[in-house]
């Protein structure tokens, strides 16, 4: 199976990030449009996955707030009794 290089890649990326529509980006870039289908739905998977993975992440630092608040609350209750 062909890829397509870095540059091509780069190119039909910044292209897409434009605005400009997948045959828009085959007639500026010289790409099929097979070959650019299947790199936005490459790239959207990425993004799908780094979406995610940045979500959890978000929501363990969410967690670790939470306990830390909570202890400090406790603290607190504490020290006015």
Do not use: P
Request: hydrophobic content about 35%; some cysteine.
């Amino acid at each position: 199976m062909n890829r397509l290089s870095t540059s091509d890649r780069a190119r039909a990326v910044a292209c897409l990030v434009e605005g400009n529509s997948q045959r828009a980006t085959c007639r500026i870039t010289g790409l099929s449009r097979k070959g650019v289908a299947r790199l936005a739905d490459d790239l959207g998977a990425c993004m799908e996955a780094a979406w995610k993975e940045g979500r959890e992440e978000m929501q363990s630092e969410i967690d670790d707030l939470r306990s830390e608040i909570k202890s400090l609350e406790s603290q607190i209750s504490v020290q006015t009794e």
